[in-house]
T-cell receptor
């Protein structure tokens, strides 16, 4: 496998369920990101991990809980979500040094529907 | 004021046309500028990135940045139906792990 992969690709869950989204990058990068993309709105950054340390939490509600066990894997644990949390959740990775070539590469996303 | 603004379109052009997609930003701290292409129900795909004022060309695509007016453009020459997608401009600062700030995206449709 190459690039950034995400599983599952589609997820339907009830408001009382607990589920997790998984992201894996095969690019040797050190930084990983979670973004949320809602219809007709810009992509919103949720969390950033650089060398496994969380460096940014963009005021995300606690019902979203990220986990980064190593530089290649990133999880987003979900519990007691609301219907307005339905969106495309995108994972990205980059080298993490902040320079000109520190471009972010995205996975295909998980389409989440909360009933 | 949004940090990055794009006209959401939709923009419809005939095949072979030159397409101009534009983006403005308000934060002078942005140092790096990117264009992503996103097909329906897919993740964004990096097209081009640049960090200085001026033009950068890659095949049929040219990215143009004017830092003095905080204006970014993407030109597509000889547009093809396969170019039909949403084009996202994104900016970021120069620090490690810096977050991307995206525009809303412009939906482009190239008609055969």
């Amino acid at each position: 496998e190459t690039g950034v992969t995400q599983t599952p690709r589609h997820l339907v869950m009830g408001m009382t369920n607990k589920k997790s989204l998984k992201c894996e990058q095969h690019l040797g990068h050190n930084a990983m990101y979670w973004y949320k993309q809602s219809a007709k709105k810009p992509l919103e950054l949720m969390f950033v991990y650089n060398f496994k340390e969380q460096t940014e939490n963009n005021s995300v509600p606690s019902r979203f809980s990220p986990e980064c066990p190593n530089s290649s894997h990133l999880f987003l644990h979900l519990h007691t979500l609301q219907p307005e949390d339905s969106a495309l959740y995108l994972c990205a990775s980059s080298q993490g040094h902040g320079g000109a070539s520190d471009t972010q590469y995205f996975g295909p996303g998980t389409r989440l529907t909360v009933l | 004021q949004k940090e990055v603004e794009q006209d959401p379109g939709p923009l419809s052009v005939p095949e072979g046309a030159i397409v101009s997609l534009n983006c403005t930003y308000s934060n002078s701290a942005f140092q790096y500028f990117m264009w992503y292409r996103q097909y329906s129900r897919k993740g964004p795909e990096l097209l081009m990135y640049t960090y200085s004022s001026g033009n950068k060309e890659d095949g049929r695509f040219t990215a143009q940045v004017d830092k003095s007016s905080k204006y970014i453009s993407l030109f597509i020459r000889d547009s093809q139906p396969s170019d039909s997608a949403t084009y996202l401009c994104a900016n970021r600062r120069g620090r490690a792990g810096g977050k991307l700030i995206f525009g809303q995206g412009t939906e482009l449709s190239v008609k055969p």
